[in-house]
C-alpha cells in the first residue's frame, strides 16, 4: 500500500505529525511495517498510531500488547500513552518488555495447562552451569568458562536451537567458543536437565519464559482462546532485534491474525552474537503481501552535516540489509562539520579528546550532553583518568568503573599482596605480568568472549602500570603499586550529570549534543574477531553507523596510529572511514615528518615538565601535538598559537620554555 501525503491534523493523536508519520498513524487496522531510521520520531509514531486506534473506536486499550527489549523502553511507552490519555485505571495499555509480558502470561496460565507440577524462576544460570560443568570434569572455578557457557546456551535457545541442533549451528556461525562445540552441548543437555525435578518441578530461566508461554498457547486451545479474546492488537518496537523463540511467541499471541504493527531499523541491527535477527523485519512485507509500508525519513535528531555522515558511512553497506537502507534527511538547522582527528597514538588521542570536552564546557554545553563512546569497555581506563585530572565530573553507562569491575579489583588485590611480602625478583612489569597470570593475563588472547573481555581489561591494567614506570623508572615494585591504589582511589565517584562514556552497544538510543567516536582504528571498529566473515564486519559497519547517530550537533571521530608513546606505528585507521575524510586529509599524500631532533628535544623537556608538576607527560601536552610543533617550528608565541589544537592556555603556561627548545635545535 502506497503511504498518503496528507496534512497534519492538529488535534488530539494525530497533532504535529509530518506526512510519513501521520499516514503510519493512521493506516488501517491490519499489519502495517513502519521502517523509521535514526531521530525520526519512531516512539512518537508507535504511541499516537495506538493512541488514534483508541480515539477512533477501533480497539479498546486493554486489548493492546505492545512489546519492546527494555523496561526503559517500556517505561518510555506507558509515560507517553498515559500523557495521551489512553491509558487509565483498569483500562490500560499493556507496555511490556517481551519477557516480563511472558511471565505475566505464565504465571496465569501454568495451572491450567501444566497442573501440580510447579516452577520457579531461575534468575541467573551461573551456579547451575558451574555444577554440571563440574560434574563433566571441567574446571567449574574458571568463572570466565563457566560465563562463556552460559552465554552459549543463551544464544542458542534464544535462536530456537536444542543442545542436539548446537553443533552445527555454532560452526556455521563462527561462534567465539570457549571450548569444543561438542563439549558444549554436551553441558546444553545437563544443564537442561538438571532444572527438572524427579517430582516435576521445574527451574525455568528467562528463554523458557518465552519457550513455555509459546508451548502452551500452541499446545492448549483453550488458553489461547481465552488469551486471543483479550488482547487482539499488537505493536512491536525495535523488531530488527527479535530472537527466533520471540518470534515464536509473537505468532502464538497472533495465531491467525494480522492485527499487527512493527516498527525498526534493519541498519541498527547490532545484536546478532545473542541471536537477533533482522530477517522477521526484511520479510514482513513478503509474509503479509497486503501490509501497509511506511518509510520514516525525516530526521529531527541531528544537523544535516551529521545526517550527510550517517548516510555516506551506512552508503557502503553490503549484503541483504544495505538493500533495505533508508536515506536521512535532516531537519534541523545547519551545524559544524564532523571533526576527524589522527593520533600519533592512544595518549595523545586521550589528551585530545579530554581537551575538546572542556573546551564544549567552556562554550556552556552540559556536561551531561556530552558523550565519549568506544567499541570496547577496556578502553573507559584511560578516559576516566583523564577526566579525573582534568576535574570533570562523568559517569560510565553499561558498565562499571574501571576499577570497580570485579576482574581488576581482583587484580588489584593480588598486586597489593605482592607488594607485602620481598621484592620481587624481576622488573616490575614482568613482576605485574606473573602475579596477574592466575587471575586470566594469559601470553595470548583466549578463546570465549567473556576470557577474552577479562583479558582486555587485564592488559589495559598492565599499561597502566607500565605508564607509572615511564614516569617513575626507579620506583621499585612496591612503589608502583602504591601509586596505582592512589590512582584508584582519585577517581571521581560516578554522577548523573557528568560526561557518559560508554560502549557504542550502550548508548544505543540515547543521544547528546556532542558525540566522540574514539579508537577508530582497525582491530577496534571493526573489532579484530569480525575479521572471520563479512556479516561480522558488516555488523561492525552498523554500530558505528548507530555511534554516529546519537550526535545531535557536534561530532567528533577520532583515531590513533599506536598503542603507546615510541612505540611502532602499525596502525591504520578504520576501513569505515575510507570515503568519509575531506579529500586534503584522505589523500594519500606523503607527509611531511617532524624535525628529529626538535621532536626528540620536545619529549625530554614534557618529561622532565610532568616529572616537577607531578603529572602524565601526555596531560602536559599531546605527542600529537609535539610532532605538530615539530612540523611548524614555530619562533614566536604567534606561530605556536597557530599549530593546530594548541590553544592560549598553553602557550600562557609554557609557551616560551617550548620556544627555548627549539631554538635551542635549530640551527645558526
Known sequence: MAVRTMAASTTGALAGLDPEQLAAVTAPRGPVCVLAGAGTGKTRTITRRIAHLVESGQVNPSQVLAVTFTARAAAEMRERLAALGVSGPGNTVVAQTFHAAALRQLRYFWPVAMGPAGWELLDNKFRMVARVAHAAGLDSADRDLIRDLASEIEWAKSSALGPADYVAAAKATHRDLPTDPRTVAQIFADYENAKVSPTGDRL???????????????????VAEEFRSRYRCFVVDEYQDVTPIQQNLLDAWLGARDDLTVVGDANQTIYSFTGATPNYLLDFTRRFPESTLVRLERDYRSTPQVVELANRAIGQARGRIAGTRLRLVGQRLTGPGPDFTEHADDASEVVGVVAECKRLLRSGISASEIAILYRVNAQSESYEEALSAAGIDYQVRGDRGFFARPEIAAAMRRLAALADGPPPPMPVIDAVRRA????????????????????????RLVEVIESIVAERPTADFATVVKELEARSKSRHAPVLAGVTLSSMHAAKGLEWDAVFLTGLHEGAMPLGRATSSQDEVEEERRLFYVGITRAREHLYLSWSLSRGEGRRSGRRRSRFLDGLLPVAESADEPRVEPDADVLRALRKWRRDYARQEEIMPANVVSEWMLRNVAVDLPTTIEELLAVRGFGPERADKFGHQILAVIDAELPG
Open 204 to 222: 525455568l530461566d528467562f528463554e523458557d519464559l518465552l519457550i513455555y508461554t509459546t508451548l502452551i498457547l500452541q499446545s492448549e486451545p483453550s
Open 436 to 459: 596477574l597470570s592466575p587471575v586470566g593475563l594469559t601470553e595470548s588472547e583466549p578463546a570465549g568472549a567473556n576470557a577474552k573481555a577479562r583479558w582486555q581489561q587485564l592488559l
